[in-house]
T-cell receptor
């Protein structure tokens, strides 16, 4: 697609429920990132996928968080047993992979985000 | 590991005046430096980057930034601010010793007053 697409744009859930957030990156972008932005805060790195390599999960805050990327394209971020502190905007970004030169190298293109509210 | 600091939560400037949004970083390898802007209710947009070469880089909307290795800084500047520049600005760094992880600063809210 022309941009990074995220769904749902807004999600309200009850504490303890599981949620899935979806990201559809730009076609041809091999790198995909998930970040979390809490109200008034900066961006917190969650996880990074590059092609078929093992993902960098170093930013996932707990084992309730997981993500997968199927076929090197669409990614799903799953939060199990949601807590109120999980409320945030979850941002997905994609980019050309490492070793790819040109003006687009290393540039992240972000989606509009999924706003999660846990009641 | 890499880190980014944006020492000012908020910057206010009058329209037409020059603006500066400060960023300092810490890396162990060579830094790749970026500025992104977030307008209200919109996603982050890329403004400019420094990878190598000239220390002064020019980006979108008339913004520029200067890489200063000795001061480990990458301040964002614009000669003449517009009200429409009011937004949240994020500095980011990637340390080439630490793979593909981009670390973002906490953000600086810029308000340009008419």
């Amino acid at each position: 697609g022309a941009g990074v697409s995220q769904s749902p744009s807004n999600k309200v859930t009850e504490k303890g429920k599981d949620v899935e957030l979806r990201c559809d990156p730009i076609s041809g972008h091999t790198a995909l990132y998930w970040y979390r932005q809490s109200l008034g805060q900066g961006l917190e790195f969650l996880i990074y996928f590059q092609g078929n390599s093992a993902p960098d999960k170093s930013g996932l805050p707990s084992d309730r968080f997981s993500a997968e990327r199927t076929g090197g394209s669409v990614s799903t971020l799953t939060i199990q047993r949601t807590q109120q502190e999980d409320s945030a905007v979850y941002l997905c970004a994609s980019s050309l992979g490492p070793g790819r030169g040109g003006s687009g190298a290393n540039v992240l293109t972000f989606g509009a985000g999924s706003r999660l509210t846990v009641l | 590991a890499q880190s980014v600091a944006q020492p000012e939560d908020q910057v206010n400037v009058a329209e037409g005046n020059p603006l500066t949004v400060k960023c300092t970083y810490s890396v162990s390898g060579n830094p790749y430096l970026f500025w992104y802007v977030q307008y209200p209710n919109r996603g982050l947009q890329f403004l400019l980057k420094y990878i190598t070469g000239d220390n002064l880089v020019k980006g979108s909307y008339g913004f520029e930034a200067e890489f200063n290795k000795s001061q480990t800084s990458f301040h964002l500047k614009k000669p003449s601010a517009l009200v429409s520049d009011s937004a949240l600005y994020f500095c980011a760094v990637r340390d080439d010793n630490y793979g593909q992880n981009f670390v973002f600063g906490p953000g600086t809210r810029l308000s340009v007053l008419p």
